[in-house]
């Protein structure tokens, strides 16, 4: 049951990587289609799915019913990003390399792959308070995670000194994610969600439609990005396997022992735990493209890591079901 749940929710991601990966090398996807995918994906689509998915998930009623869950929830999104920081520094051979592994370590697909394999594995009551406790990784997603895979890259001690000085004037650059267009669609959903507005059928209808465009679009423009390694390559580097064992075994082991520890065990510890499980987000393909910045290694990152958990997903989630 297990397996098969992953196996069709990997299958589907890995058939259109592959998709991307053709069509990229048949040049139907040429290198501006491949700006045009991130350009839809950061300034439409992932702000769409935003404002659709928050202001239905998230009500005060929620929170009130389900505050410990939002809570732990929150702890955990701050928490995953200090584990995932020595990692990174470890393993990263530059800054743009680090700061991928930064995010690709502390955050996994939830949405597009998490949440119909929980629910299929431990039911759809947990699959939707799954959803609430991830709210907080959302906004980080949107907000640290952002910041992180579209910062400028110093190469150089001019380049250095020039940044330096740009942030000495200026700066709000740490602040630059304020601007970005996912991080005003999750606001917008925070507060759709938590005030008394109803948002009308017609409109919530288009943007969940425009949101569910983001999971197909993001694994295309992985596969296009892919296309630029020979496709040896994508088997025999060693690092994404290293980083993915990381992601997949190394750091559920380490939360999950934490909570099961400190007595945080049902649903709360089946959720915590399989949310550190998943396979590595696509944003860190998404975002750097959207910025410009060369995302081949987060892609290889993707790959690999949604191959492997055909094997570590059905391993950890008996584990998490016995312990819970």
Same mark, same amino acid.
């Given at each position: 049951?297990?397996?098969?749940?992953?196996?069709?929710?990997? /299958? =589907?991601? $890995? !058939?259109?990587?592959?998709?991307?990966?053709?069509? &990229?090398?048949?040049?139907?996807?040429?290198?501006?289609?491949?700006?045009?995918? +991130?350009?839809?994906?950061?300034?439409?689509?992932?702000?769409?799915?935003? =404002?659709?998915?928050?202001? #239905?998930?998230?009500?005060?009623?929620?929170?009130?019913?389900?505050?410990?869950?939002?809570?732990?929830?929150? %702890?955990?999104?701050?928490?995953?990003?200090?584990?995932?920081?020595?990692?990174?520094?470890?393993? /990263?051979?530059?800054?743009?390399?680090?700061?991928?592994?930064?995010?690709?370590?502390?955050?996994?697909?939830? /949405?597009?792959? @998490?949440?119909?394999?929980? @629910?299929?594995?431990? @039911?759809?009551?947990?699959?939707?308070?799954?959803?609430?406790?991830? %709210?907080?990784? #959302? =906004? +980080?997603?949107?907000?640290?995670?952002?910041?992180?895979?579209?910062?400028?890259?110093?190469?150089?001690?001019?380049? $250095?000194?020039?940044?330096?000085?740009?942030?000495?004037?200026?700066?709000?650059?740490?602040? &630059?994610?304020?601007?970005?267009?996912?991080?005003?669609?999750?606001?917008? /959903?925070?507060?759709?969600?938590? $005030?008394?507005?109803? %948002?009308?059928?017609?409109?919530?209808?288009?943007?969940?439609?425009?949101?569910?465009?983001?999971? *197909?679009?993001?694994?295309?423009?992985?596969?296009?990005?892919?296309?630029?390694?020979?496709?040896?390559?994508?088997?025999?580097? $060693?690092?994404?396997?290293?980083?993915?064992?990381? &992601?997949?075994?190394?750091?559920?082991? !380490?939360?999950?022992?934490?909570?099961?520890?400190? @007595?945080?065990?049902?649903?709360?510890?089946?959720? +915590? #735990?399989?949310?550190?499980?998943?396979?590595?987000?696509?944003?860190?393909?998404?975002?750097?493209?959207?910025?410009?910045?060369?995302? #081949?290694?987060? +892609?290889?990152?993707?790959?690999?890591?949604?191959?492997?958990?055909?094997?570590?997903?059905?391993?950890?989630?008996?584990? !998490?079901?016995?312990? *819970?």
């Amino acid at each position: 049951m297990i397996f098969l749940k992953t196996l069709e929710q990997t /299958g =589907i991601l $890995l !058939i259109f990587i592959f998709t991307g990966y053709f069509l &990229r090398k048949k040049e139907v996807i040429n290198e501006s289609g491949k700006k045009v995918l +991130a350009g839809l994906l950061v300034n439409l689509f992932a702000p769409c799915y935003g =404002i659709a998915s928050l202001s #239905t998930q998230l009500s005060i009623d929620k929170l009130s019913e389900y505050f410990k869950y939002f809570l732990v929830g929150t %702890i955990l999104a701050i928490v995953i990003i200090f584990v995932a920081l020595p990692f990174a520094k470890l393993l /990263g051979k530059n800054k743009l390399e680090r700061n991928i592994l930064k995010y690709a370590l502390a955050f996994a697909n939830i /949405g597009y792959f @998490g949440y119909p394999v929980v @629910g299929a594995v431990f @039911g759809e009551e947990v699959k939707a308070l799954m959803i609430l406790f991830c %709210i907080p990784q #959302t =906004i +980080a997603i949107n907000t640290y995670g952002y910041q992180v895979l579209t910062q400028k890259v110093v190469e150089t001690p001019s380049d $250095l000194q020039n940044e330096l000085d740009k942030t000495k004037h200026k700066w709000t650059e740490h602040l &630059r994610f304020l601007k970005s267009v996912p991080f005003i669609g999750t606001m917008l /959903g925070v507060f759709l969600g938590l $005030l008394p507005i109803e %948002i009308p059928p017609f409109v919530q209808n288009l943007l969940s439609t425009a949101g569910n465009c983001q999971s *197909a679009t993001a694994m295309l423009l992985t596969g296009s990005v892919l296309a630029n390694v020979p496709f040896k390559k994508l088997f025999t580097s $060693l690092k994404p396997y290293i980083i993915s064992a990381i &992601r997949l075994l190394v750091i559920p082991c !380490i939360m999950g022992g934490v909570m099961y520890l400190l @007595g945080l065990k049902g649903d709360l510890f089946i959720i +915590a #735990t399989a949310c550190v499980s998943i396979p590595v987000g696509m944003n860190v393909v998404v975002y750097p493209e959207s910025a410009g910045l060369d995302s #081949t290694e987060g +892609a290889k990152m993707c790959f690999i890591s949604y191959v492997l958990a055909l094997a570590t997903l059905p391993v950890v989630f008996e584990i !998490i079901k016995k312990l *819970a």
